[in-house]
């Protein structure tokens, strides 16, 4: 046996919870030799909540239990670690055993209830305030990336609670989002992070106040589309739009984001290159690729040979490539680009106003084209696509994509399948029923508990949309207008 390290499981008890972590991820190898072993030692009564953390560290770095040899003389250890894997060798040499250093210390192992965003970073958004991240239920106090440094932010008091409420086992009042996500049997942010911070999850102690890893961002408002599910405060494009047709304090209102959320007069990428531990990040938009500084901060990252660090996700819409991504995609540890498409065809351009069809899937091939680069699509649910799903999920299916997610929208309300007329209700389910496809489970237990609705607020909206686009909801989307244009 050749044993590449001798972890004894009562330290993991007295060191910081990232440890083993860090430990397993430096003894991973591309590929093990048959003889390699590395043995978990325990002679003392531990916590059974010590024994599933060794089993999900080895899950989540992938080493495989072949190679995993158990030295101890307790009954419960032997048993768990046979349990987990027949193959696992138990043997009982105490002379094997590390010495305990007594630290005093208790750890907190990484678990389903915590979440790696308060230990690792903010999310901006266009008008520059801060959140724990982009689906936290409120804002981090006044803060504002115009105004504080990333690091005032990070380290405020607001954070520090937040911290402390999920030490405590707790889940914060900003965070009841994933929550529902979750009893929805939706995919949440906090059980998302385990994939999307890969390469950081090891580095965060979460007995410790954390350090600044991530930024993710609506970083300005400049984006191509008009999207109908969006609005002036993520769009310029929309809130040129409102000027022209809006109400009184909608005109105000996209004036104001013109002037503070294009970010014309502030360079925050500079404030970025300052911060050496950046090594993960999640750029949404506006549009991302239309901001000129987006590209230049991926290019600095390249030039500076960072990037071979640090995992980077894009969210698009898919209008436009530019050259730079297609010569440094294989630069990054990891490169992800999320495409926004929300339904098929004319459908799409009605429902993502300014980008048209047939750019969206050339590019869509194409960024599956480019190497080293894990090309996904997310679909948002609203009243308008939810009949369509099954068309767009067996469109998805020919594509070269490596994953797609299916989120429901919940704001504006008129557009959320929380309220559907009771008609569209039941030919929904029955539609969706018929289908059968698991990755819309939650989209059909959430139409099967929306509440009735004659779907006035809807149809004005839309017709409102069709008259200043000169577009028509009825002609694209007729299994759905059918419910709600009683006039045509």
């Given at each position: 046996m050749n044993i590449l390290d001798v972890i004894s499981i009562e330290q993991l008890e007295q060191d910081p919870?990232?440890?083993?972590?860090?430990?397993?991820?430096?003894?991973?190898?591309?590929?093990?030799?048959?003889?390699?072993?590395?043995?978990?030692?325990?002679?003392?009564?531990?916590?059974?909540?010590?024994?599933?953390?060794?089993?999900?560290?080895?899950?989540?770095?992938?080493?495989?239990?072949?190679?995993?040899?158990?030295?101890?003389?307790?009954?419960?250890?032997?048993?768990?670690?046979?349990?987990?894997?027949?193959?696992?060798?138990?043997?009982?040499?105490?002379?094997?055993?590390?010495?305990?250093?007594?630290?005093?210390?208790?750890?907190?192992?990484?678990?389903?209830?915590?979440?790696?965003?308060?230990?690792?970073?903010?999310?901006?958004?266009?008008?520059?305030?801060?959140?724990?991240?982009?689906?936290?239920?409120?804002?981090?106090?006044?803060?504002?990336?115009?105004?504080?440094?990333l690091d005032d932010i990070f380290n405020s008091k607001e954070m520090a609670e937040i911290r402390n409420t999920f030490r405590q086992g707790k889940t914060p009042d900003q965070c009841m989002s994933c929550v529902n996500k979750e009893q929805q049997g939706q995919q949440s942010k906090r059980r998302l992070v385990q994939h999307k911070h890969k390469n950081i999850i090891h580095k965060v102690a979460f007995e410790s106040e954390g350090e600044l890893f991530f930024i993710g961002g609506h970083l300005g408002n400049v984006c191509n589309a008009k999207c109908r599910i969006c609005s002036s405060f993520y769009s310029s494009s929309i809130a040129a739009e409102d000027i022209k047709f809006g109400t009184a304090d909608e005109k105000q209102q996209a004036v104001n984001y013109l002037k503070e959320n294009v970010w014309k007069n502030f360079n925050f990428w500079e404030l970025l290159k300052g911060h050496d531990s950046l090594c993960n990040f999640e750029f949404l938009g506006g549009e991302t690729f239309l901001q000129q500084r987006n590209l230049e901060y991926l290019q600095w990252l390249v030039d500076t040979n960072k990037s071979e660090h640090c995992m980077f996700e894009i969210v698009t819409n898919g209008s436009t490539i530019p050259d730079s991504i297609k010569n440094y995609s294989d630069k990054f540890e990891n490169l992800s680009i999320t495409v926004s498409i929300d339904n098929i065809h004319e459908r799409f351009e009605l429902e993502r106003s300014g980008v048209k069809w047939a750019d969206l899937d050339k590019n869509l091939d194409v960024f599956c084209g480019l190497p080293k680069c894990s090309v996904g699509v997310n679909v948002t649910v609203s009243v308008m696509n939810v009949y369509y799903l099954p068309e767009i999920i067996e469109w998805l299916k020919t594509k070269r994509i490596s994953y797609y997610h299916v989120s429901i929208l919940t704001y504006p309300d008129h557009l959320s399948i929380n309220k559907l007329p009771h008609e569209y209700k039941n030919a929904i389910i029955e539609k969706l029923e018929k289908y059968n496809c698991n990755d819309i489970d939650h989209v059909l237990n959430a139409v099967r508990k929306s509440k009735d609705t004659d779907g006035a607020d809807f149809t004005q909206y839309m017709k409102f949309k069709d008259g200043i686009r000169q577009e028509n909801f009825a002609n694209t989307h007729p299994e759905v207008s059918m419910y709600y244009y009683k006039d045509v």
């Open positions: 919870g990232n440890t083993l972590l860090k430990k397993l991820k430096s003894l991973k190898k591309e590929e093990f030799l048959p003889d390699d072993r590395i043995v978990f030692s325990c002679y003392s009564d531990i916590d059974t909540n010590t024994l599933y953390h060794i089993e999900w560290c080895c899950y989540y770095i992938d080493i495989p239990f072949f190679f995993v040899t158990c030295n101890t003389d307790r009954p419960a250890v032997k048993n768990f670690f046979k349990n987990l894997d027949d193959s696992i060798e138990i043997i009982n040499e105490k002379s094997l055993h590390p010495l305990l250093r007594e630290t005093g210390h208790t750890p907190v192992f990484y678990n389903q209830n915590l979440c790696t965003h308060p230990w690792t970073g903010v999310h901006i958004w266009p008008d520059g305030g801060a959140s724990i991240c982009c689906e936290a239920g409120s804002r981090l106090g006044e803060y504002n990336v115009k105004n504080d440094s």
